[in-house]
């Protein structure tokens, strides 16, 4: 499975973006999806994640409340209320059958990552 995440850019504080989640050559339908950041400097961070069989969503604190995860052939992360320490290159990642993905933090797949900047 070949990840890749998609539409990053340079948004100002409060504004929106939203990522997308896609695998070449295959749907990912089956799989847990997690998406991860980092920011230059520090470690990668759990952004939040999707499950595998009921779609159901889980957060980070620093997230919870402005960030959506949804299935849509497709994974989406919908960005609200950006902050500037929001700014990092975003990864999704793919475990297949992944039912309970709140604690995992190990993926079988990664994808590229995708740039947000959130500046004025």
């Known amino acids: 499975v070949q990840l890749q995440a998609s539409g990053g850019g340079l948004v100002q504080p409060g504004g929106s973006l939203r990522l997308s989640c896609d695998a070449s050559?295959?749907?990912?339908?089956?799989?847990?999806i997690g998406w991860f950041r980092q920011a230059p400097g520090k470690e990668r961070e759990w952004v939040g994640c999707i499950n595998s069989d009921d779609d159901k969503t889980y957060y980070g604190d620093s997230v919870k409340g402005r960030f959506t995860i949804s299935r849509a052939n497709m994974v989406h992360l919908q960005m609200n209320s950006l902050k500037p320490e929001d700014t990092a290159i975003y990864y999704c990642?793919?475990?297949?059958?992944?039912?309970?993905?709140?604690?995992?933090?190990?993926?079988?797949?990664w994808g590229q990552g995708t740039q947000v900047t959130v500046s004025s």
């Open positions: 990642a793919a475990e297949d059958r992944l039912a309970r993905c709140r604690a995992r933090r190990q993926y079988e797949y």
């Open positions: 050559g295959s749907g990912l339908d089956s799989y847990g």
